[in-house]
T-cell receptor, first 115, second 112 residues
Framework: DAGVIQSPRHEVTEMGQEVTLRCKPI?????LFWYRQTMMRGLELLIY????????DSGMPEDRFSAKMPNASFSTLKIQPSEPRDSAVYFC?????????????FGPGTRLLVL | SQQGEEDPQALSIQEGENATMNCSYK?????LQWYRQNSGRGLVHLIL?????REKHSGRLRVTLDTSKKSSSLLITASRAADTASYFC????????????FGEGTQLTVNP
């Protein structure tokens, strides 16, 4: 299996622009997670889907962030408009068990820099 | 607040030595997991220990869990330079809505 696939790997954009991050989970996994990692705040869960349905979005910072999972093999995280404080590494992870009940498999991350 | 807190924040040892990292948490858990993150990479799952388990092994890794003290330890035996990475504990709290909460990690450096 190819593992969790994320794109792009790096993104540099200017403040105010829209940013779309993409994720393809491991085939057969029914849980998908979006995390953000920064030096200041560590690893934070943004949103968690189970069977394509958002279960917990309490970590989404504000209305500028939105996430979708139109089918079992694809998810997007969108930031509009982007701000410098959104600069971070964004990870997608998937699991074959719901929530934190099982191992989570992380993608390589998208390193986002908002100027 | 962070559910899992690792100790120490940084650890530097020589190749061949054992490395022990600790994790403390605040609330009751369903399970506790350990992950490794190499610089610039995603996290890699190492081991999961359930709340009714006390010890688990995987290769050179040994994890213990003491629910009475709300703590866990990760022991890496016969360390190698390739073990250099950040190590995170993550807890699936009974009241956390089935979300994993990660600690801030221990940065392990194994010197050749």
């Amino acid at each position: 299996d190819a593992g969790v696939i994320q794109s792009p790997r790096h993104e540099v954009t200017e403040m105010g622009q829209e940013v779309t991050l993409r994720c393809k989970p491991i085939s057969g996994h029914n849980s998908l997670f979006w995390y953000r990692q920064t030096m200041m705040r560590g690893l934070e869960l943004l949103i968690y889907f189970n069977n394509n349905v958002p279960i917990d979005d309490s970590g989404m910072p504000e209305d500028r962030f939105s996430a979708k999972m139109p089918n079992a093999s694809f998810s997007t995280l969108k930031i509009q408009p982007s701000e410098p404080r959104d600069s971070a590494v964004y990870f997608c992870a998937s699991s074959d068990l719901a929530g934190g009940r099982g191992a989570q498999y992380f993608g390589p991350g998208t390193r986002l820099l908002v100027l | 607040s962070q559910q899992g807190e690792e100790d120490p924040q940084a650890l530097s040892i020589q190749e061949g030595e054992n490395a022990t990292m600790n994790c403390s948490y605040k609330t009751s858990i369903n399970n506790l997991q350990w992950y490794r993150q190499n610089s610039g990479r995603g996290l890699v799952h190492l081991i999961l220990i359930r709340s009714n388990e006390r010890e688990k092994h995987s290769g050179r890794l040994r994890v213990t869990l003491d629910t009475s003290k709300k703590s866990s330890s990760l022991l890496i035996t016969a360390s190698r330079a390739a073990d250099t990475a950040s190590y995170f504990c993550a807890t699936d709290g009974e009241t956390s809505g089935s979300r994993l909460t990660f600690g801030e990690g221990t940065q392990l450096t194994v010197n050749p």
